[in-house]
């Protein structure tokens, strides 16, 4: 190879790799006040135990779209969770994790509009775990996130005649 053709080949190679369409994140639930800060926080012991195991599956191979996929073990048996993207990262404070992710932000916050607060404009899972605590629910919603303002997945308590309620946050996961 020709020195100068290397020297134009060089800025190619030192490009970063595209980011890959899908990702996934793995994670054992951990307290909030572990000595290194988890990846996976549990709020509620009782609802998600502390070594109990969260895989999440992100999906933005098709322009426009996102796809998610959480699959769950080791959970309280026979509950559903209302699930939620959130714009904040997971913390000691249930709180830490902000709002709902919304594609059209409400300008009016807590958004309780039903013009924002709905399933086509918020990442909405209702994950329900069989006997055993495991579980899996996928979503697919006709937009992507813009770049770093969905931070981290939360379960939430829920009641299973009000599935889509948005009770105590009892779970986070960092995205």
Known sequence: MTAPFAAALLPLALLAPAASPVSVV???FDPATAFVPPAAISYAQDLVP???HARIVT???VPGRTG???TVRGLAADHTFPVHLHTGTC???PASSGPHYQ????????STDPAYANERNELRLVLRTDADGEGTASTTVAWQ???GEARSLV???GTPADRHAAGDRVACVKL
């Not at 594609?103 to 807590?110: E, F, G, I, L, Y």
């Open 68 to 70: 998610l996929t959480l």
């Open 145 to 147: 996130p813009r770049p």
């Open 155 to 157: 379960l939430h308590a």
């Open 26 to 28: 793995e994670a054992d």
């Open 50 to 52: 502390y070594g109990s």
């Open 91 to 93: 913390g000691a404070d």
């Open 59 to 61: 999906d933005r191979s």
């Open 103 to 110: 594609d059209v932000v409400d300008p009016v916050r807590p």
